[in-house]
């Protein structure tokens, strides 16, 4: 379940370790500070754009690679972790239609721009395939 998480990581500590905020998460896990870093990780995750995993790209990377899992793995194993994985993305993206009333952060390299109303099917639809996947298979 933690997995997608490490997406944040990837980004305070590769991919912009010079923004502030992955500075003061850095201070902060040098001081020994790991609980507050966290809170401070969970806090800022709306500022944090091009992740990894957090995108609509990734994410329909993944379905097609959950569904070749789920047809060709007896591994229930595997199963659950492709599943669990998705299903983590799928909650992250509930979070920040919740907060953010908008999924623009998961479409940052696309030219789509989905109003709430948009957003808010798209999470409907991409959360009854997952439930569907995970219920049929």
Same mark, same amino acid.
């Given at each position: 379940?933690?997995?997608? =998480?490490? =997406?944040? +990581?990837?980004?305070?500590?590769?991919? *912009?370790p !010079?923004?502030? %905020?992955?500075?003061?998460?850095?201070?902060?896990? /040098?001081k020994?500070?790991?609980s507050? !870093?966290? @809170?401070?990780?969970?806090?800022?995750? /709306?500022?944090r *754009?091009?992740?990894?995993?957090?995108?609509?790209?990734?994410?329909?990377?993944?379905?097609?690679? %959950?569904?070749?899992? #789920?047809?060709?793995?007896?591994?229930?194993?595997?199963?659950?972790?492709?599943?669990?994985?998705? #299903?983590h +993305?799928?909650?992250?993206?509930?979070?920040? +239609?919740n =907060?953010?009333?908008?999924?623009? /952060?998961?479409?940052?390299?696309?030219?789509?721009k989905? =109003?709430? @109303?948009?957003?808010?099917t798209?999470?409907?639809?991409?959360?009854?395939?997952? +439930?569907l996947?995970?219920?049929?298979?």
């Amino acid at each position: 379940m933690i997995l997608p =998480d490490i =997406d944040h +990581l990837i980004y305070v500590y590769f991919i *912009k370790p !010079s923004d502030l %905020t992955s500075q003061r998460i850095n201070y902060m896990v /040098n001081k020994k500070q790991l609980s507050r !870093s966290l @809170e401070l990780l969970y806090e800022t995750r /709306n500022e944090r *754009k091009g992740l990894v995993f957090h995108t609509i790209f990734f994410q329909l990377i993944f379905f097609a690679l %959950t569904f070749w899992m #789920f047809s060709s793995s007896g591994s229930y194993f595997g199963r659950g972790m492709t599943l669990s994985f998705i #299903f983590h +993305l799928s909650v992250d993206q509930l979070i920040d +239609l919740n =907060d953010l009333r908008s999924l623009d /952060n998961w479409f940052t390299n696309l030219p789509i721009k989905l =109003d709430f @109303e948009q957003s808010k099917t798209y999470w409907i639809v991409s959360s009854a395939v997952i +439930l569907l996947t995970g219920f049929l298979m």
